[in-house]
């Protein structure tokens, strides 16, 4: 495979890549990304083998705003709050699914986890698709996250059809919440903290 590399997000050209079952790296508010369209099983499974991902492993789901959550998951007035307060933003929240979502995408599981991105780029590219995106760490599986672009060209060129070359804003990757059951559970702690989150969703 021969890899493009652009110099800046072009929405027209991942766009292109994406649509055509293709799988870009780009960098995010948090770490840097590798996504694919979210309802392409052919891309999916190349995102999982690029990484040396768990096949049975869903990945998360980027959106561009709550009313694109709401068609593809099951939301209510907490859950609400918390869109309304931390999203966009490094904040995946694992929701109840919608049955209009195939069982491929999740793996056959009945949740997943969504997160709206806070940076304008990414957010165009999904507006110009008109539906989510599926969004993993580009990093080989059990290794460390990444945030610069260099690391990116040496680790996956010829592996991944398209990365942006632009570093991501940090190591850290975005705290992770369970909603579906009560208690809620904080899965992986990032950016946001525990304690902040409860606030907002038990207010």
């Not at 049955?99 to 986890?113: L, M, Q, S």
């Not at 260099?150 to 940090?170: Q, R, T, Y």
Request: with cysteine; glycine share 4%.
């Amino acid at each position: 495979m021969i890899t493009r590399f652009l110099d800046a997000f072009i929405t027209d050209e991942i766009v292109e890549v994406l649509r055509s079952s293709g799988t870009v790296a780009f960098p995010t508010d948090t770490v840097f990304g590798l996504a694919c369209l979210f309802d392409d099983e052919v891309a999916i499974d190349k995102v999982k083998k690029i990484k040396d991902r768990d096949k049975d492993k869903p990945l998360p789901m980027m959106c561009d705003s709550k009313e694109m959550i709401r068609k593809v998951a099951y939301t209510d007035e907490r859950i609400e709050r918390l869109i309304d307060t931390f999203c966009p933003g490094p904040l995946t929240i694992i929701f109840n699914k919608r049955e209009e979502v195939a069982d491929y995408v999740t793996n056959g599981f009945k949740t997943i986890g969504i997160r709206v991105p806070d940076k304008k780029e990414i957010l165009d590219v999904i507006k110009a698709l008109g539906k989510p995106i599926l969004v993993t760490s580009c990093n080989m599986s059990g290794e460390p996250s990444i945030k610069s672009h260099k690391d990116i060209c040496a680790i996956f060129d010829g592996k991944i059809d398209m990365i942006v070359k632009e570093d991501a804003k940090s190591e850290v990757a975005s705290t992770i919440i369970d909603i579906t059951k009560e208690p809620i559970k904080i899965l992986r702690e990032g950016i946001i903290k525990e304690e902040v989150i409860k606030e907002v969703y038990y207010a």
